[in-house]
């Protein structure tokens, strides 16, 4: 339906692509150079979207494969191999994640949304410079700070499902969650981001009105 | 709005569902409004994905050269268990070192032996510190007088996972192994430095702009006319000259853009002036003289072999001075201590030493030999960072770039993420050439701190020598980017 998703996760890849990480294990060494060119470009963006740092998302992403180059001689293929990569991408983001934070979440499993604002802006890091704002765009910057208002269970759902396009089934096994979680998760992440561009675009109005205002009383 | 309480309409989320694609059997068939709310939903999630990144193509070159070095690794302890004879070798290899190290224990124990290598016990006798970090670490040999050679420690006090158990742990075979194949991995960087396309290739894949490369060979420019200057006026001091050389070398414009009359005239400096130099001079003046043997081999290599062994002597059991009561070769208390050892001698040197040792038993110097002075080296560096605070970038950036092996790199690392490049580059150009020179690809913060690193090229060229140098050295760590030698298929 609709969209073109060339790379479905649901459908399993042709030719035993999702057994390469047992081929390098079975000492096929270009076997990983077809995991890293299949998945970096994905990785490198899933772990953006969370930090908002390339280099970061880059680190991350090298550490994950070494993970993987690391751990292959014990790698013991159960399901698709693209659920496997995620769910240790996921478990590394939330190592990393934990260990960034100075204070513990605050937030129910349930909450879709942070309370503060200065929950979604905890690593300093991740606060885009004074070039990358002006990059961005006014849109970009808005739809970055609807998607960090959002918690980190939703954010790692809604990641999965429109970034890297996994199916639920998948995703509850990546997060190793029930699939009707992961669509409650999903469905409350996109209501929450609807009203936060609400919001963002009522709060924007409304700054322009006033600048109009003050600018005519100026005059 | 803070919390879920509030769910999404069932038609809104069957709306999300099929525009994900998750729910395609919901669509034929709908209505208008469930149509609408589907497109709208799409066209949320579309502005969504626009959120993302250009990668630096960092990943896939970083990851090919980890996967070249796990291939190596299992290529060699496929080879190391391929047949009974190559396990005999190994075992009559591992034999001969250890009667080798056991002669050469009988011998220390004999006044004035051929090798001066002065017991453990003496050459600490002044020093609780130093010698409760390393002969509380490894006794070598018996007690009463502990020889610095010997077999290797009883498999308990191995693998300790502590910068203490790795210095417990020497092997005198495994330090040869290494030493080679980290000369062999320099020899491929600099076969690689001296070709322009290569270096602007490395640049480029390391995710730089190439015309790196033309600052960088500005600044070499810059260097060898001051070294020129200096060795013309007498005034060159031996950090400066060495420096001044490696950077030539590193930089890859030695040869093609016409400094190689600097560079051959600094190396004669160098050489010329070996026997006279303080222990501290001699290590950093061989760093240099180690780069030029690792591209020219022959006479050069044999100059490193013979005073590396010197100096590494020399750190073990420091020249014998007459005691108070006149006995020849003992120690007067609470003195002895090799000069390079002192708290005077410059952090660069210690870390050259590293080096220098590193490399000795690819030249022929006795592994153990040089294991035990940079294990001694390693500790005073220890002992300087109890002593002088734990957080002084230099010395932490002397670990990484010296004796990575013998440290916790991650602690390391966790001390000094807050010394960006920038921030060195103000007053510790010496440390950021070695902090520059021991990041390696596959850990966390590498590809922040390259491009950190690359962003020092806009600096104004610093007044010394030696900083300017140093910086050169650092921005030249771009051309040996590990992994570009297996893009560019030098290794294969």
């Known amino acids: 339906m609709g969209r073109s998703a060339p790379s479905r996760s649901s459908s399993p890849p042709a030719g035993g692509v999702a057994d390469l990480l047992a081929r390098f294990r079975d000492g096929d060494a270009d076997a990983f150079r077809s995991i890293v060119d299949e998945y970096q470009g994905r990785l490198v963006q899933f772990f953006f979207r969370l930090c908002w740092d390339r280099d970061r998302a880059e680190d991350l992403a090298q550490e994950l494969f070494m993970k993987l180059l690391r751990g292959a001689g014990r790698y013991q293929p159960e399901g698709k191999l693209s659920t496997f990569i995620f769910r240790v991408a996921t478990n590394l983001w939330i190592d990393h994640y934990r260990a960034r934070r100075p204070t513990p979440r605050l937030y129910s499993l349930d909450q879709v949304r942070h309370g503060r604002r200065s929950d979604a802006h905890e690593q300093q890091d991740a606060e885009p410079g004074p070039i990358e704002r002006a990059i961005d765009g006014e849109e970009k910057q808005r739809l970055r700070q609807a998607l960090e208002s959002l918690t980190e269970p939703h954010r790692l759902v809604f990641e999965l499902a429109v970034y890297q396009e996994l199916r639920y089934a998948d995703i509850g096994q990546v997060l190793g969650i029930p699939v009707g979680t992961v669509k409650s998760r999903m469905h409350n992440s996109v209501k929450a981001l609807r009203d936060v561009m609400a919001e963002s675009r009522d709060q924007g109005e409304a700054r322009d009105a006033n600048a109009s205002f003050r600018r005519r009383v100026a005059r | ?492």
């Open chain 2, 1 to 492: 709005m803070t919390s879920s309480g509030e769910h999404a309409r069932p038609d809104a989320s069957a709306a999300v569902d099929a525009a994900l694609g998750q729910d395609d059997q919901s669509l034929p068939g709908a209505g208008a409004e469930f149509v609408l709310e589907v497109a709208e939903a799409r066209v949320l999630l579309e502005d969504f994905r626009a959120l993302s990144t250009d990668p630096s193509g960092r990943v896939p070159v970083a990851m090919r050269y980890a996967v070249r070095r796990r291939n190596e690794l299992r290529g060699r302890r496929g080879f190391e268990g391929s047949t009974w004879v190559m396990k005999a070798a190994q075992v009559a290899a591992v034999a001969a070192v250890v009667l080798a190290g056991l002669l050469s224990w009988q011998d220390g124990r004999r006044p004035r032996a051929a090798i001066q290598l002065g017991p453990l016990s003496a050459a600490a006798g002044g020093l609780p510190a130093l010698e409760d970090r390393v002969s509380g670490l490894e006794r070598v040999g018996s007690a009463g007088s502990a020889a610095p050679l010997g077999p290797p420690p009883p498999a308990e006090r191995r693998g300790q996972g502590s910068p203490r158990g790795a210095l417990a742990n020497i092997d005198p075979f495994t330090r040869v192994v290494a030493a080679d194949r980290d000369l062999a991995w320099l020899r491929l960087e600099f076969v690689q430095r001296f070709s322009r396309q290569a270096r602007r290739r490395s640049i480029e894949l390391c995710g730089g702009r190439p015309d790196l490369e033309d600052r960088i060979q500005a600044l070499a420019a810059v260097v060898a006319g001051r070294l020129e200057f200096e060795l013309d006026q007498g005034t060159a001091t031996v950090a400066g000259v060495a420096l001044g050389l490696r950077a030539l070398l590193a930089s890859g414009s030695s040869f093609r853009l016409g400094h190689r009359d600097t560079v051959g005239r600094a190396n004669e400096h160098l050489r010329r002036g070996l026997n006279e130099l303080s222990d501290a001079e001699l290590a950093t003046a061989l760093a240099a003289l180690t780069d030029v043997a690792v591209v020219a081999g022959g006479q050069a290599a044999d100059l490193v072999r013979e005073h590396a062994e010197r100096l590494a002597v020399r750190v073990m059991a420091p020249p014998a001075r007459r005691g108070h009561h006149g006995a020849p070769g003992l120690a007067p208390s609470g003195q002895l201590r090799s000069a390079l050892l002192s708290f005077a001698t410059p952090t660069g040197s210690l870390a050259d030493a590293g080096r220098v040792f590193r490399l000795a038993p690819a030249f022929g110097v006795h592994p153990a030999v040089a294991e035990r002075a940079r294990q001694l080296v390693a500790a005073h560096l220890e002992e300087r960072l109890a002593a002088q605070g734990d957080g002084r970038p230099d010395l932490l950036a002397a670990q990484l770039y010296g004796f990575a092996d013998l440290v916790d790199r991650r602690d390391v690392g966790r001390k000094l993420r807050l010394w960006r490049p920038a921030l060195l580059a103000r007053d510790h150009y010496v440390a950021l050439h070695h902090l520059a020179w021991s990041q390696l690809p596959p850990g966390p913060g590498w590809a922040k701190f390259q491009r950190e690193l690359r962003e020092l090229a806009t600096l104004p060229t610093p007044r010394d020598l030696g900083d300017a140098a140093a910086l050169l050295l650092g921005l030249s760590a771009n051309f040996a980017a590990p992994g570009v030698r297996s893009v560019l298929g030098l290794a294969d």
